[in-house]
C-alpha cells in the first residue's frame, strides 16, 4: 500500500507570497492531519480535516488554512508568507476510528526569503 | 505552555544496551500516548503507542511503560541497534478515536554507536 505523499518537496517563496502545499492520504484513511515543524517549536498541530470538514484547529493565525477534497486528499495554504512561516510542514492521515494513529508523508520544506 | 516535554535532548547508548527515552506530560485528559521515529529528511514513523487504560505495550525490541500517577512515559529500546539512531517524539492524543490532534514532545536524538 502506498504511504502518504506530499508535493511539492521543497518551495522557496518571498514574503507577503501565497503558498499551497498537497497531501494525498493512504488509500483508505479519511483523516488528514497538518503540522509544523520549526527548530525552535517542534512539531506543532495546524488542523485535521475528516470527510471534508475541518475537525480539529491549532492555534495558528488565519493566514493558514486547509481543505480537504472528497477523495480525502487535502491541501493548505498560507497567505501573506512571512520569514518565520519558513518550516518543514508534514501531513499525516489515519484510519476512521483510529485518529491517534497518524501516518506522516515526508514533509514539504517550506523557505521564505 | 508545553503539555509533553522530553527533557532529554540526546542519548548514546552502546549497541546491544538498553536505550531508555523519557517523556512526561501535564495534561490528565490525554488518553493515547505514541512514539515515533524520525530520520532526517523523512517524516515521523508510527513506532508503538499504548492507551491510558494499561501501563505497559510491548512490540518486539520497543517496550512502552505508562506511569499515569507520575504522568511519565517512557520507551524502551532492547537491544539497540545502530539503525535504532534517530530522533525519537512522545506524542499524546485527547479523544484519541476521533481526533487527529496530537501534542509532541521536542525529541530526543538517539546515538547507538557500534
Known amino acids: 500500500k502506498a504511504g502518504v505523499t506530499q508535493t511539492p518537496r521543497y518551495l522557496i517563496k518571498t514574503r507577503g507570497q501565497q503558498v499551497t502545499l498537497s497531501c494525498s492520504p493512504i488509500s483508505g484513511h479519511r483523516s488528514v492531519s497538518w503540522y509544523q515543524q520549526t527548530p525552535g517549536q517542534g512539531l506543532q498541530f495546524l488542523f485535521e480535516?475528516?470527510?471534508?470538514?475541518?475537525?480539529n484547529k491549532g492555534n495558528f493565525p488565519g493566514r493558514f488554512s486547509g481543505r480537504q477534497f472528497s477523495n480525502s486528499r487535502s491541501e493548505m495554504n498560507v497567505s501573506t508568507l512571512e520569514l518565520g512561516d519558513s518550516a518543514l510542514y508534514l501531513c499525516?492521515?489515519?484510519?476512521?476510528?483510529?485518529?491517534?494513529?497518524?501516518?506522516f508523508g515526508p514533509g514539504t520544506r517550506l523557505t521564505v526569503t | 505552555d508545553q503539555q509533553v516535554k522530553q527533557n532529554s535532548p540526546s542519548l548514546s547508548v552502546q549497541e546491544g544496551r538498553i536505550s531508555i527515552l523519557n517523556c512526561d506530560y501535564t495534561?490528565?485528559?490525554?488518553?493515547?500516548f505514541l512514539w515515533y521515529k524520525k530520520y532526517p529528511a523523512e517524516g515521523p514513523t508510527f513506532l508503538i503507542s499504548?492507551?491510558?487504560?494499561?501501563d505497559k505495550n510491548e512490540d518486539g525490541r520497543f517496550t512502552v511503560f505508562l506511569n499515569k500517577s507520575a504522568k511519565h512515559l517512557s520507551l524502551h529500546i532492547v537491544p539497540s541497534q545502530p539503525g535504532d539512531s534517530a530522533v525519537y517524539f512522545c506524542?499524546?492524543?485527547?479523544?484519541?478515536?476521533?481526533?487527529?490532534?496530537?501534542?509532541f514532545g521536542q525529541g530526543t536524538t538517539l546515538q547507538v554507536k557500534p
Open positions: 480535516y475528516f470527510s471534508e470538514t475541518q475537525r
Open positions: 495534561n490528565s485528559m490525554f488518553d493515547y
Open positions: 506524542a499524546a492524543s485527547v479523544g484519541s478515536s476521533n481526533t487527529g490532534k496530537l501534542i
Open positions: 499504548i492507551s491510558s487504560i494499561k
Open positions: 499525516a492521515s489515519s484510519k476512521q476510528g483510529e485518529a491517534y494513529e497518524q501516518y
